[in-house]
């Protein structure tokens, strides 16, 4: 188990940059800018930078909980369908922890229209499921 520990930090950091990486091109594709960095440092009242930190540290610890919960606990053996089945999980937990920062914190607007905010919050979320299950292999 203590060997998967850099496998598992490794595939959040890399699922983090590949979602960071639509984020960052989909305005340019019509979708509603998705910057959880600013929102986090905004909210916050802290340097861009340690928003920045904060979304990598989110995308490790979630890894971390796929790597030593949901992945001994969910039988898919697909692993495509797996890192699927995570986004789904990842995205609705991470909505969770927004709401709850929402009722503690004065959180930014955020752009878009919420339909299509729930898209690209599907396809990021997706994507980062899946390239962390992919890297994890299991």
Do not use: C
């Not at 960095?37 to 802290?46: E, I, R, S, T």
Request: avoid cysteine; aromatic fraction near 8%; charged fraction near 10%.
């Amino acid at each position: 188990m203590k060997n998967e520990l850099p496998k598992l930090v490794l595939a959040g950091i890399l699922g983090t940059v590949v979602m960071t990486i639509i984020m960052i091109i989909a305005p340019h594709m019509g979708m509603p800018e998705m910057a959880p960095w600013k929102l986090l440092a905004g909210a916050m009242g802290v340097p861009i930078v340690v928003g920045w930190i904060m979304h990598f540290m989110m995308g490790i610890l979630f890894a971390l909980g796929y790597g030593y919960v949901f992945a001994p606990n969910v039988s898919i053996t697909n692993l495509w369908l797996k890192g699927i089945a995570f986004g789904i999980v990842a995205l609705i937990l991470a909505q969770i922890g927004m709401k709850v920062m929402g009722m503690m914190l004065e959180m930014p607007p955020m752009d878009g229209s919420m339909p299509m905010r729930l898209v690209a919050m599907l396809i990021g979320h997706l994507v980062f499921g899946v390239v962390t299950v992919k890297t994890i292999g299991k």
